[in-house]
């Protein structure tokens, strides 16, 4: 029998619940890209990710910073670029296909989060907007940059403005999103890849010799 001067045992003291970072991202990414940033609240990405707000914050910082990670996480996954070495029609066709077969796809959220992340956003939720855009942006500048490059190489006429045409095309890559959104398949928007190549400029005219009238005209 103990005497009671002897001291109590402290209290074991409970683990943290381990999770994984990874899948958790994976799955906040979803949130985002399912409602945008401005609806997914903290309470929420937590009850899908299976954590506390505590283990959240210890984890990633805050919910802006979370979100910066998932997108990063989904341009690794889902980002498509020009292709190297083509033309910038073919670059921009293969471009299109490659968006039209990610929107649909039936095992992630429809269309793309860089374009709906932020439709919706408080005045305090601006710079997220604002980064969001600015990636856009880029991607509009390095399409008209691949138009210019074919331009300078004789590939299409000098007088083509690759500015309006690249933003043409970023204007199909938004319709061809706000279509996956409301429920369009793939077929559907590989038809509207095929109508919008269809407006692609001609080749420039090769000059060939003056012809000579015949003697009758």
């Not at 409970?14 to 985002?32: I, M, N, T, W």
């Not at 910073?65 to 996954?77: G, H, I, S, W």
């Not at 095992?107 to 439709?119: E, F, K, R």
Request: net charge neutral.
């Amino acid at each position: 029998m103990s005497s009671g001067n002897t001291p109590a045992k402290a209290a074991p003291r409970r683990s943290r619940r381990a999770f994984d970072r990874d899948k958790a991202l994976a799955v906040a990414l979803r949130e985002f890209w399912t409602h945008g940033y401005e609806t997914t609240s903290v309470a929420s990405l937590t009850e899908a990710m299976g954590i506390n707000p505590p283990s959240l914050y210890a984890a990633f910082g805050d919910k802006r910073q979370l979100f910066d990670e998932a997108v990063q996480l989904y341009m690794r996954r889902h980002g498509a670029r020009l292709e190297q070495g083509a033309d910038a029609r073919s670059a921009i066709a293969t471009l299109l296909r490659s968006l039209a077969a990610d929107y649909t796809d039936p095992s992630h959220p429809p269309g793309c989060l860089i374009i709906t992340g932020a439709t919706n956003c408080a005045p305090g939720s601006q710079d997220v907007k604002a980064k969001l855009r600015a990636m856009r942006e880029e991607t509009k500048a390095s399409i008209a940059a691949r138009i210019r490059a074919d331009v300078d190489a004789g590939l299409l006429a000098a007088d083509v403005d690759a500015d309006g045409l690249a933003a043409f095309f970023a204007a199909v890559v938004q319709g061809m999103n706000q279509q996956a959104c409301d429920g369009a398949g793939r077929e559907t928007l590989e038809r509207v890849v095929d109508a919008a190549m269809a407006a692609w400029p001609g080749t420039p005219a090769r000059r060939g010799p003056a012809s000579v009238p015949s003697p009758t005209e």
